[in-house]
């Protein structure tokens, strides 16, 4: 029994409900690194469509993520009932505002007052945090005398949208320890605290998230409407065949974007790319001695053959694929399968690294 109640207390469980699929991802904390118990995840695209109402008599597509949510729990058996949840990137707002440096109380109430600049709703709506990234001395007043600056990151979220993702846990045994935007999982997957300044493109079925880390703080956000689903969709338009034959080409190692003679032109890639060369001129323009370290490439829809190369020549810059399982122990008999999978799973990892960075900042 009592290997049974330290297992509970030692096992961490991510939960990211994406627009594809809902994965869940469960690590544990041994000898002092993390590692992976269990995952697990649920195919969306099923219930995206109509059902059979004599079949399942479900009244929103909010019963029927809740219903798949709990199937998948149970087949997976998690161990512990606190779960970390995030919500998409698209739904919330992440921007940097550089204040006079001012006690925290002050900065509380500069925020209450600047919030509604950035928010485009009523702040009554929206969850708001914030902390500081940095301080600085680089301006100077009138008579000369460098002044202190800091940077604040704000970040908010629509209080109905989290509330909608508290509501999937009602009614069951599970409790939401903790909600935060993707965009914080995806960082503490890929970078954690590594020091350097690196862009992560992050590329979903529907949406792409464009991420700029500076020694592992969170600078830039950008939601990019378009996705592996926009990249699936002109391949088979340009070979005139179907959609799922379409991701079976994405997958089956053709490179069709850097070859001179086959290739197949994809806008959604460049559009991409051009956002990410307007966020790195950007972060360029306003630290002039600071330069991208590296892109990294994140996601399920990242994995088009080719990929690397293509962002890698358009950017000027080192291009990697990002590895969420870097730091994490796992089962060799699993390796084959984390390869494939793994990358797709930087979400709900990092929301699981969450609850571990919460047990260590206790001790």
Known sequence: MLGLFESKRNRFVGIDFGTSAIKVIELSYKDQKPQLENYGWFDLSGILQPVDVRQQKFSSYEDKLKAALHNLLKKLNIKNNSVHVAIPGF????VLIEFPNMKNDEIDKAIEFEAHKYIPTSVEE???SWEIINSKDESKDEQGVLKNKVDILLVAAPKKEIEKYSSLFEGTSLKMQSIELETFSITRALIGNEKGSFLIMDM???????????????IINR???MGGNDITNTIADSLNISKQRAEIFKKEGKDFINDKENSILIPVLELLGGEAKRIMTAYKEKNKASKIDKFIISGG?????????????????????????????????LASNMEKIGSSFSVAIGLALRGIEEIRSKK
């Open 301 to 333: 829809s990242c994995g088009l053959t080719g990929i690397e190369k293509y962002f890698q020549n358009m950017l000027g810059l080192e291009v990697s694929k990002g590895d969420p399982l870097k730091n994490i122990s796992y089962d060799k008999k």
């Open 126 to 128: 929206v969850s708001i």
């Open 223 to 225: 939601s990019i409407d």
């Open 204 to 218: 979903g079925s529907r949406a792409t998230n464009m991420i700029l880390v500076e020694n592992g703080s969170v």
């Open 91 to 94: 739904s919330g707002l992440v």
